[in-house]
């Protein structure tokens, strides 16, 4: 296998960000129509209640197989074969199937009940969540091996067509009856789920059909170069492109990405050793879980808000969760590819090739550097800037009262800690040995009845921020454990990928320079206070890239290579 792994994963990133921002755009766009015009409340049964029950299902269902399986393609390619991994994806349905009974009651029975008006509707959306998430999980073995060999472009665009058939199909059922906004939402939702098993198996059909013409015309290329007679067989450029490196791809047809039809005759169904690393990341992937969406699962549990608060909540939850969603989400799962494809979990840095460990450790360096550099300047800003980002966005009646604004601002220290905690966590769960992450689950374990019992005591105490602030304190614990795991792991080799995290003193300056203009201009026009963060802004940038001129460089040199290629 040929493929260069550190560029799939920046191209990866890099077409993630730009997508993911057009269409949360969009999305952000469909809730600010809602707030205005469907009310908060429907808002809240859709973000808050319907979307965790599709987090859940799926989560639970995909992640620790997922991550388990791409470990090892990565580093056990000869004990596990294709036909194994392929049929390890598909225990993501029935493991879903099951995992719905189980919610749906909890969904429809025991969490705080809706509004009479909207009852009929909100158990309609919840079967059509369960059904929506079956339906995508049929794609998961295709999704897999799209992952693997690096079809960085398939994965943005039906993302990407993903949300705008949701948001196409939701828009038009809502704008003609706004009363039926929560049966829009469920329609979408199927109807969505479906885009995704017809556009991967779409592509693959097209592509296997078109490898096989292009191996043909390789063959013959290869017999013609060999006489002198004949003419030669002319393969275009763009076929090259998107074959080259893939004669390990062992896909002949389309039902082979169905369980059992590439298993060998002397293979055993599953792999044992597979097995045992995926009830590892089950354990982990639980508490994950409730680590990620803590504050909706309490939420949801008592009643310490009404709908209407829990979807102001969430709006600004996930205004505040721009960055993680547009940048520090990709970065994560690219970057948590590339560790696995580099780094060994079973044998010691030590022993590991000398070059790709040295490459290993500035990749973390730099991206370390590079998200807490945009959580600072997250935070930075944020302080001046939340009450207006939310009055433009919800208008007056929105931002009423200071609540919004408050949660805004402290969801901007979240920011800078979760951008930390993403890569080095991630980091670390790429290199953990099995063992590593069964004693790392007893942390998580305790880690997230912290985080529960710390969310429901300090939302009694300082209301919404609350949640805000229990989950600072848990991304900090984590923070703490994942960079000593890395400081004991580069230490004897005299590495220090740590370093990345202080992003130097000039930058450091700027941002406080730049902070402490802002918020004196805060109570200007609009227009002034705008323009003054736009012009701090750009200088910070600056002074950044001057900092981390060799930084810049570097992306430029891969950037270019990538655009060639």
Known sequence: MARNVLESSLLGAGFSIIFQILCRFLTFGINAYIVRHVGREVLGIMNVRLLLLESTLLFLSREAINRAALSANAQQRDKCPWGQLINQMWLTVPICLVLC?????????????????????????????????????????????????????????????????????????????????????????????????????????????????????????????????????????????????????????????????????????????????????????????????????????????????????????????????????????????????????????????????????????????????????????????SHTVLLLYGGEEFVSGGLPQSLLQWHCLAIYLLAINGISEGYMFATNTSRDIDKYNYLMAIFSISFLVLSYILTGVFGPVGFIFANCINMLSRILYSTHYIRQQYQPLGLNPLQGLWPGKLFGGALICAGAVCYWYQSSSLGLHLGIGLVAGLICLLFWAFAHWDLVRLAWIYGRRIKIE
Not at 124 to 142: I, N, P, T
Not at 145 to 170: D, G, P
Not at 305 to 323: H, K, R
């Open 101 to 385: 009974a189980p919610c749906l009651y909890i969904w429809l029975n025991w969490l705080s009940a809706v509004d009479e008006p909207f009852t009929q509707q909100y158990e309609f959306g919840c079967y059509a969540v369960a059904l929506s998430c079956v339906l995508e999980l049929l794609a998961e073995s295709s999704v897999f091996v799209a992952q693997v060999f690096c079809f960085v472009k398939l994965k943005i665009v039906l993302n990407t067509l993903h949300i705008l058939v949701r948001s196409a199909i939701f828009l038009w059922i809502v704008t003609g009856n706004r009363q039926a906004a929560i049966y829009a939402f469920a329609i979408a939702q199927l109807a969505s789920a479906v885009t995704i098993v017809l556009g991967q198996y779409g592509f693959f059909y097209f592509y296997i059909k078109r490898f096989k013409i292009f191996r043909e015309k390789s063959i013959s290329q290869q017999k013609k170069s060999t006489s002198s007679s004949g003419s030669k067989t002319l393969i275009s450029s763009w076929e090259l492109s998107l074959f080259k490196h893939m004669d390990d791809f062992p896909f002949a047809k389309l039902t082979d990405f169905l369980p059992g039809f590439l298993t060998q005759s002397h293979e055993k169904y599953l792999n044992r050793e597979l097995q045992t690393l995926t009830l590892s990341f089950v354990k982990q992937g639980i508490l994950k879980q409730i680590l990620t969406e803590g504050e909706k699962y309490v939420m949801s549990v008592s009643p310490v808000l009404s709908f209407g608060e829990q979807a102001t909540y969430d709006v600004v939850n996930n205004l505040g969760s721009l960055a993680a969603r547009f940048i520090f989400r990709p970065i994560e799962d690219s970057s948590y590819f590339y560790f696995t494809q580099t780094v060994s979990r079973d044998t010691r840095l030590a022993k590991q090739p000398v070059e790709r460990v040295r490459q290993a450790s500035n990749v973390l360096n730099n991206l370390l550097l590079g998200v807490s550099s945009i959580g600072l300047l997250a935070f930075t800003f944020g302080q001046s800037y």
